[in-house]
């Protein structure tokens, strides 16, 4: 069986992936091309005996190496031994696709054109003679409408037919004129055995100073850069003309010659239903609301209803744990196995992130869908004056407001939404500038800080913590931009807007699952590999022996307080060894584990069943009804238990204060002092930094006074933490400005393929955070500011120093050279070969 391998190409909105999905099915693979996070959509099936492989290639304008588009899409055809190349056009906007035709139909590889969306140029009047086309171009030219699945098994019989004929391909060529020579010249001179691509399209690049195909060329043509500047030079100087620009204007001119043959706009003049839309859409007035609205939209449904799907899913992950729990090894009182307490951790970690996938399946969905829409261009379009004075682009306005830049966002989702922004440099800038938004994990550390230190100002103070984020983010941006980021490739906004489209529902369905099992596989893996690290610096080196005895004398106080209420029961003889009465805690903890998550009678009578199925007898103790006697052993157990709990929570807090992570912020302790922060804030942060909820966790137990178990946790930390208001500023500060977890950094990983840049993503803000804490601690210490005061003047800093850097233009040079005397010898030394 042979196999066919194709590449699918095609300019950005020409209704590619919609071929792709129509062509390939569901049968597709995804992962991204190698050194970059561009994705690479793969499809293999089979056609008449025939195994396919169809690459869908990045949408590209052209094939110079101006983006890292058509970089990438460059590179594939150079590397790859391709069959065919599809070329996907949007029948209804056909002009400005064919440029891109001819410089496919220039590689030398056989090209079938496919003409997409014939049904909107059809209702457009628009006419097509396909297959006059298909005579002036001498290749196939398919009439096909992706969202309508129309055309799909003509693209296969004519990718068969022509793969059957690829022995009688002949290369194509475009008469170039006064420029002829000078090709034939570097044609006569280069072999690239490597490949079967036309040695005249080589030619053709090396002309235009493509990097790529020079460098690759020089490996058997070493003086290739010497002879190529020679024909420049004589060119220039025999027509004055510039080379890149004259082979445009060919292609321009022919594609004007196909487009004026082969298609005839019946009401050309006539106001098609996108223009009609996008008075609207782009209005000067409206635009900005609607855009407002539209993130609205997308936020409420992703964040807020996709965390209230959650509340179904989570049972279904605590199902999960459950089931793990049940067939490890259990434990003895305060003796847990290390393998359970390793496993409870490792699933702990991964139900956390796979507790997102709600959120994600519906953000997907939704990008998906104003994708094919056509209306992120038009986001992009709208907002890129503003955000671009900050090195951003209008691009970013999704990730920014799905990271929290109105208050309980998320980082994540934010982060992978980054995918889409073609600007590199404004990419990377918007990656490092959404985890300082407010995501929703932080909110309920605010809460507590404000509980605890600001209660007559709360109000004040959530609305400086909720909106000096976006400010932070602006700076943090416009810093990055100005000095490491500033070589990074920057794009110009060259954007044309596409027709609005129908999204169909098997398009957005595949896009939002592809990203969802992409998710899934990196996510995961990568959390769990960081939770062994995590659980290891916490196990270690444990609690000492002397308080093992400790707690061992108390549980067997405890035990000795039960067996002598236990000697009154008639049921005494099931509890009367210490081996009974922990197969009864263990059975008592496991239903009421299980019970927690069910809420209906008819589970509730299930689970019931189940457990007087596994013990009889030890079921009557949880649900002892009108039975006198096991309503004692109830009463007892229930004390006992809440006895081992407390145990195994102190143990635990002893084990965290002198664990490897313990110690690591005590060894912080003398920078962290500057900023009012004490080891057990720096325990809180450091162990946060798995999730940020657990922040708010570990400073309840560090700060937890046993004489006064009722408080409310920020009373307690008010109380027990010896802060004030102050630390609870500079705490804040901390919080706005560090990284909000480990997933977030994951994705920073994935979204820039770089674990430098996921480093510099985590120690970065952690740097910024504690020196602009400790300037406000230090200075307000010094000056006796409350602690509102302190925030105050953080607030207006951090508005005033944006306001000042965001009328520094960017320096956005995408140029070099000039004259000088090295370019001037080159020069004479060429003349003179």
């Known amino acids: 069986m042979k196999n066919i391998k194709i590449a699918l190409a095609g300019q950005p909105n020409c209704g590619k992936s919609t071929i792709f999905n129509l062509v390939s099915g569901i049968e597709q693979h995804i992962a991204n091309y190698p050194g970059v996070t561009i994705d690479k959509k793969v499809g293999f099936f089979k056609y008449q005996k025939k195994k396919i492989e169809m690459v869908d290639l990045p949408g590209t304008y052209s094939f110079t190496s101006y983006s890292l588009e058509e970089r990438v899409a460059k590179d594939f055809i150079l590397n790859e031994k391709l069959d065919v190349i599809v070329n996907v056009i949007d029948a209804s906007n056909i002009k400005r696709n064919l440029y891109l035709t001819f410089q496919l139909l220039e590689i030398g590889i056989p090209v079938i054109i496919v003409l997409n969306m014939m049904d909107v140029a059809s209702r457009r009047d628009i006419k097509i003679n396909s297959k006059e086309m298909s ?182 992950l605590a199902a999960f744990k459950n089931f793990f729990i049940e067939i490890l ?86 982060v992978m939404s980054t995918k889409g922004i073609a600007d590199d440099r404004a990419r990377m800038a918007t990656i490092l500038a959404v985890p300082y938004m407010n995501c929703l994990a932080k909110v309920p550390f605010y809460t507590l800080l404000l509980g605890a230190f600001f209660k007559p100002d709360m109000a004040i103070m959530m609305f400086f913590i909720s909106t000096v984020t976006l400010f932070i983010a602006m700076i943090v941006s416009k810093l990055l931009t100005m000095t490491i980021l500033k070589t990074r490739e920057t794009s110009p906004f060259l954007m044309e807007l596409p027709p609005y489209h129908m999204p169909t529902f098997k398009g957005v369905l595949i896009r939002a699952s592809q990203r969802v099992w992409q998710y899934i596989k990196k996510i995961v893996t990568i959390v769990l590999a960081v939770a062994i690290v995590l659980f290891s610096m916490i196990q270690f080196p444990g609690i000492s022996d002397e308080s093992k005895n400790k707690y061992g004398l108390q549980i067997k106080n405890a035990l000795l307080s039960f067996d002598k209420k236990a000697k009154k029961s008639k049921y005494y003889e099931n509890v009367n060894t210490k081996n009974n009465v922990s197969q009864l805690l263990n059975f008592y903890d496991s239903y009421k584990s299980k019970r927690m998550t069910i809420t209906t009678k008819e589970k509730i009578e299930e689970l019931d069943k189940k457990y007087i199925v596994l013990n009889k007898t030890f079921f009557k103790f949880i649900k002892p009804k009108k039975d006198k006697e096991a309503k004692k052993i109830n009463k007892i157990l229930r004390k006992l238990s809440k006895q081992r709990k407390r145990i195994l929570k102190s143990i635990k807090n002893e084990k965290v204060e002198n664990s490897l992570l313990g110690m690591i912020g005590r060894s912080i302790e003398p920078v962290s002092k500057y900023a009012g922060f004490d080891w057990k804030i720096n325990v809180a942060f450091l162990s946060s930094f798995a999730a940020r909820e657990s922040a708010v966790a570990t400073l309840g137990t560090l700060y937890e006074n046993n004489k006064a178990d009722n408080m409310r946790a920020e009373d307690a930390m008010a109380q027990n933490s010896g802060y004030t208001p102050l630390h609870g500023t500079a705490i804040i500060i901390f919080m706005i400005l560090t990284p909000p977890c480990i997933a977030t950094m994951i994705v920073v990983k994935m979204q820039t393929n770089s674990y430098r840049w996921m480093l510099f993503a985590i120690f970065f803000p952690v740097f910024l955070g504690i020196s602009i804490s400790s300037i406000i601690f230090t200075t307000g210490l010094k000056n006796n500011w409350t602690g509102v005061e302190a925030m105050t003047y953080f607030y207006i800093f951090a508005i005033t120093i944006a306001l000042v850097i965001g009328l520094f233009p960017n320096k956005r040079i995408n140029w070099k050279g000039g004259i000088n005397s090295k370019t001037n010898k080159r020069i004479k030394e060429i003349e003179n070969c």
């Open 135 to 316: 005579k002036l171009l001498n290749c196939p030219v398919v009439e096909a409408s992706g969202a309508k699945n129309i055309g799909s098994n003509e693209i296969m019989k004519n990718i068969i037919q022509t793969f059957e004929k690829k022995d009688q391909y002949e290369f194509f060529k475009i008469n170039y004129e006064e420029l002829e020579s000078h090709i034939l010249n570097i044609e006569n001179k280069i072999f690239d055995e490597k490949s079967n691509l036309n040695k005249r399209w080589l030619s053709i690049k090396v002309l235009e100073n493509d990097t790529t195909i020079i460098n690759r060329l020089k490996k058997e043509f070493i003086n290739i850069e010497t002879f190529k500047e020679k024909e420049i030079l004589h060119f220039q100087k025999n027509y004055n003309k510039n080379i890149s620009s004259l082979l445009a204007s060919f292609r321009y001119e022919s594609a004007d010659i196909i487009y004026h043959r082969t298609v005839k706009e019946e009401n050309i003049k006539k106001e098609t239903l996108t223009q009609k839309v996008d008075k609207i859409i782009l209005n000067k007035f409206l635009a900005l609301p609607i855009l407002i609205g539209i993130m609205f939209i997308v936020y409420q449904v992703s964040i807020v209803w996709g965390y209230k799907l959650t509340d179904y899913t989570w049972p279904i």
């Open 329 to 414: 090894p259990k434990g003895d009182f305060i003796d847990i196995p290390m393998v359970t307490s390793f496993s409870i951790w490792m699933i702990n970690s991964a139900n956390a992130l796979m507790n997102y996938i709600p959120i994600f399946f519906i953000l997907f969905a939704l990008i998906a869908i104003m994708e094919d829409v056509g209306y992120m261009p038009r986001m992009a379009f709208i907002l890129d004056r503003v955000f671009k004075k900050f090195g951003l682009h209008g691009q970013s306005t999704l990730p920014l407001v799905l990271g929290g830049a109105m208050v309980g966002g998320c980082a994540v989702p934010g």
